[in-house]
């Protein structure tokens, strides 16, 4: 680590560092509070995109929702997407990790190629499986059943539709987790798998007790940065079901933009994208929580 | 001992010959896919059993670039090319303020107290985690009634939004990086921390730099939702543009395809180009 990351560096205490942060802060803060105050007051009102008088109505748009069962399904859409994101692409990016990490002849073409999804839009990420995915005329289908398998209804069923988009999720951010894995794992010292070696660990026992190990505080990280991106995750959906079928990959931020943008009722969308919020924040907060212990106890900081 | 590892070392291979297909068919088959999508024609599109060999055409990108006929001869600009002019304006604008707000506050950030960057970096950090939606709807009412709607401006500094959390954590990684030492020099000879920071730190750390600016652009690129929500008809991004093959009646799949692979050429080669900054620039600097 450089010399600032510990105690004290060149310009502590200077008045230097505030002059410096003043301008990106008042950007982010005026991009950021103002809205969040005004949308939290239009949340507590009836107002809507284009016309119409403004009423302030308390809380009966968080009361409304409480009773709409749309909401509850967008919820549990939500969490399950972000849940299944997760559970999904940390054991496959750490398989994909493992992977690149052998030396070998291809190592480098793969190194390179791996996050090429990541730089995809993510709309257009959208379109491309959506293409993919025809039930009828797509080459998904048609490999399936080159290799025996039935086909599979993708976007067109409520019971796969979501598990489709959690599929086109992960093509997009698999690769970021297996980069920062790949990453924790370059970081683990020759040293100590020699030294595991030579007590005749196998290649299993090393991956199991000394790798997994090593790569907790970056499998937090991971998660850090995909459970917050998936709970939000708006524009595959957009680009494919836009909520459909039947309710099956509506989530809270697809609700919201239903709700601003086809009934115009701005109120309502407000009140669903701080629930949002809200739910964010609070995983956002553990995994924080958890990441710095994590940090503390691996580089003593 | 030699001849009892080999049947392993065997099964070893055959393993990781396995993973890297499978690796290999799912990161680029859907690429390879819509690039020869791209060069279909319609017949060669809609057929089933899925055509692997056909006859390339150039005609959809001809389309979406040049215009049909009609725009031709109207002279009209065609979409895909005003959408990609607000691509570019918008992304390299962000950009740009991006680096002059930024950089001094990486400096700072990463020369200051070790206890107050790290804060400084979980509320920057922090800036992920809203919904999009709970910022740009709010911003939306202001932005129409001060008319930054619709206006290169007003969309530069709401993608600032995605670009300068990026600049400001990426640099700060690579900041750090640098011995504080080679300063010391120049602060005896009284050099203040803005000189310091443009005639030392700037040439170290131009790697670091660009790897921020390539970063920041292609999220800034990549985004929807801004421009679905704060963009009319004059400053419509690619990522909208690519949609409109979509709101006719069907689908036009090649034109779409080749929408598609305009809009995602600058990630492609930077990714190709650029892949060990963009690695490090990926995952904020938190990962070296």
């Known amino acids: 680590m450089a010399s600032a990351a510990s105690g004290k560096g060149a310009l502590a205490g200077g008045r230097v560092v505030y002059i410096a942060m003043l301008a990106p802060a008042l950007c982010l803060l005026f991009l950021t509070i103002v809205p969040f105050l005004d949308g939290v007051y239009t949340s507590l009102t009836n107002e809507k995109l284009y016309a119409g008088v403004t009423r302030f109505v308390g809380f009966a748009n968080y009361l409304k929702l409480a009773q709409n069962p749309t909401f509850w399904i967008a919820l549990g859409n939500t969490l399950l997407y972000a849940g299944l994101a997760t559970l999904i692409q940390i054991p496959l990016g750490l398989a994909v990790a493992l992977l690149l990490d052998v030396p070998s002849k291809v190592q480098w073409f793969f190194r390179s190629t791996i996050a090429l999804p990541l730089l995809i839009p993510p709309v257009v990420a959208g379109l491309m499986w959506k293409t993919m995915m025809q039930p009828q005329s797509g080459v998904l289908n048609w490999l399936l059943a080159q290799v025996g398998l039935p086909p599979f209804a993708w976007l067109s069923d409520p019971s796969t539709a979501l598990v489709s988009i959690v599929l086109i999720d992960t093509w997009l951010f698999m690769p970021l987790a297996a980069i920062i894995l790949l990453a924790g794992l370059q970081s683990i010292s020759g040293e100590v798998l020699e030294a595991a070696r030579i007590d005749g660990a196998n290649a299993w026992q090393t991956i199991r007790h000394i790798k997994l190990q090593a790569l907790k505080p970056y499998i937090v990280l991971v998660a850090m940065f995909r459970i917050p991106d998936a709970l939000k995750s708006l524009e595959i959906i957009y680009a494919t079901t836009r909520g459909g079928p039947l309710n099956a990959t509506r989530t809270l931020h697809v609700m919201a933009y239903e709700e601003a943008y086809r009934w115009s009722s701005l109120g309502r969308a407000m009140a669903i994208v701080f629930i949002l919020w809200v739910l964010s924040y609070i995983f956002s907060a553990i995994l924080l929580t958890l990441w710095r212990k994590e940090e503390t106890r691996f580089h003593g900081r | ?288």
């Open chain 2, 1 to 288: 001992m030699a001849a009892k590892l080999t049947p392993r070392k065997m099964t070893h291979g055959a393993l990781l010959t396995l993973g890297y297909a499978l690796l290999g068919c799912f990161v680029l088959f859907p690429i390879y896919w819509i690039f020869t999508m791209s060069l279909k024609e319609f017949g060669d599109i809609i057929a089933y059993p899925p055509r692997f060999s056909f006859v390339p055409t150039f005609e959809n990108y001809r389309e979406i670039l040049f215009g049909n006929e009609a725009d031709q001869a109207g002279g009209v600009m065609p979409d895909l090319l005003r959408f990609l002019r607000n691509s570019v304006i918008i992304s390299s604008g962000a950009v740009l303020l991006s680096v002059i707000l930024g950089l001094p506050a990486a400096y700072a950030l990463a020369r200051g107290e070790a206890k107050r960057a790290n804060r400084a970096r979980f509320t920057i950090l922090s800036f992920r985690f809203a919904p999009e939606l709970a910022i740009i709807l709010p911003l939306y009412a202001f932005y129409t009634r001060t008319g930054l709607y619709d206006s290169y401006v007003g969309m530069i500094l709401v993608h600032q939004l995605i670009t300068l959390p990026l600049m400001i954590l990426i640099l700060m990684s690579f900041i750090r990086d640098i011995p504080i030492e080679i300063e010391e020099a120049a602060r005896i000879d009284g050099a203040g921390p803005l000189t310091i920071l443009l005639q030392i730190i700037v040439p170290i750390a131009k790697p670091g730099l660009a790897s921020a600016m390539i970063i920041a652009f292609i999220f800034s690129w990549n985004n929807l939702i801004f421009g679905l929500v704060l963009a009319g008809g004059e400053t419509r991004p690619i990522t909208m543009g690519i949609l409109q093959a979509m709101t006719f009646d069907q689908i036009k799949w090649g034109l779409m395809a080749a929408a598609a692979m305009v809009s995602a050429v600058p990630g492609m080669i930077a990714s190709l180009l650029f892949q060990r900054q963009i690695t490090r620039g990926l995952t904020l600097g938190a990962v070296k």
